[in-house]
Nanobody, 124 residues
Framework: QVHLVESGGGLVQAGGSLRLSCAASGRPFSRYGMGWFRQAPGKEREFVAAITWSGGSTLYADSVKGRFTISRDNAENTVFLEMNSLKPEDTAVYYC?????????????????WGQGTQVTVSS
């Protein structure tokens, strides 16, 4: 079992920045690939970014590429999502998730454990 807790969400103006954190506990964090997803009201949960267990490879949704950066600190059992140049369409609940594979995955079905989410609201 892995327990994930997101933090860092909030209200920000368009063009602003936020840094989300996801703290993990339970099984060794460094064995898991991590991902960030988001879900806006009335929409399905969508992939945002993923990072391998080592942090050596990353993957982004086209909608956030160049604006968001995923990173991790295995010593602190934490994964981050740095979000810059935020847009109103980035408004959503952001979730972190983990999976025990060695590849990068966009599909929610590949992820085994999920956090409860943190709200990000971008005003225009």
């Amino acid at each position: 079992q892995v327990h994930l807790v997101e933090s860092g969400g909030g209200l920000v103006q368009a063009g602003g920045s936020l840094r989300l954190s996801c703290a993990a506990s339970g099984r060794p964090f460094s064995r898991y690939g991590m991902g960030w997803f988001r879900q806006a009201p009335g929409k399905e949960r969508e992939f945002v970014a993923a990072i391998t267990w080592s942090g050596g490879s990353t993957l982004y949704a086209d909608s956030v590429k160049g604006r968001f950066t995923i990173s991790r600190d295995n010593a602190e059992n934490t994964v981050f999502l740095e979000m810059n140049s935020l847009k109103p369409e980035d408004t959503a609940v952001y979730y972190c998730a983990c999976q025990s594979g060695s590849l990068l995955y966009r599909s929610r079905r590949e992820y085994e454990y999920w956090g409860q989410g943190t709200q990000v609201t971008v005003s225009s």
